[in-house]
């Protein structure tokens, strides 16, 4: 089946860094992938639509500047959380759509990112 | 734009007892209709989906599902559940064309198992 995996798991930050998180689809090729993001005890809330080879197209609401998003092969998308605060922490999540006659996504594993 | 509304934030069960998680949708044009199950700290593993064609679905673990279209209804199902089903439970509609491949997330549903 399809596999997405996630870099890291887990990470925590001091106030003002930036961290990156990667999303790599392992056996098939995607061109769209997408970035969530999910609080405690939430549902997933859609940040931007990763597409290889061009600008990402952030959700309204969503600062470009701050979660800076880069496809730059059919198998890595990243995100980059610049300048984090602590309200930046949160658990992130990108799934790979995979090509086929339907929508399907397949999910990473998720980041827990902490800002301290 | 289409939404999807889960109704029951928690639904506590017995275990070997059965449990329905509801799951209604709005949308001017047809969907595609999908149920995932996220345990804690994971992301998101599809249990079974909606295209087209028979209105039963059946998936993963037990799961099945029942696209109801005069109701707008996609009610997920298991006969009998296990202590290892507890998780959440997510539903989510999709565009077959256009929008962008997006998925619209219901609320999500606790499912509690007890013994």
């Known amino acids: 089946g399809a596999v997405v995996s996630q870099h890291p798991s887990w990470v925590i930050c001091k106030s003002g860094t930036s961290v990156k998180i990667e999303c790599r689809s392992l056996d098939f090729q995607a061109t769209t992938m997408f970035w969530y993001r999910q609080f405690p005890k939430q549902s997933l809330m859609l940040m931007a639509t990763s597409n290889e080879g061009s600008k990402a197209t952030y959700e309204q609401g969503v600062e470009k500047d701050k979660f800076l998003i880069n496809h730059a092969s059919l198998t890595l998308s990243t995100l980059t959380v610049t300048s984090a605060h602590p309200e930046d922490s949160s658990f992130y999540i990108c799934?790979?759509?995979?090509?086929?006659?339907?929508?399907?996504?397949?999910f990473g594993p998720g980041t827990r990112l902490t800002v301290l | 734009a289409q939404s999807v509304t889960q109704l029951d934030s928690q639904v506590p069960v017995f275990e070997e007892a059965p449990v329905e998680l509801r799951c209604n949708y709005s949308?001017?044009?047809?969907?595609?209709l999908f149920w995932y199950v996220q345990y804690p700290n994971q992301g998101l593993q599809l249990l079974l989906k909606?295209?087209?064609?028979?209105?039963l679905v059946k998936g993963i673990n037990g799961f099945e599902a029942e696209f109801n279209k005069s109701q707008t209804s996609f009610h997920l199902r298991k006969p009998s559940v296990h202590i290892s089903d507890t998780a959440e439970y997510f539903c989510a509609v999709t565009r077959p064309t256009g929008g962008g491949n997006k998925l619209t997330f219901g609320t999500g549903t606790q499912l509690k198992v007890e013994l």
């Open positions: 949308s001017s044009v047809s969907v595609y």
């Open positions: 909606y295209l087209s064609g028979s209105t």
């Open positions: 799934s790979a759509r995979v090509p086929s006659s339907y929508n399907e996504q397949f």
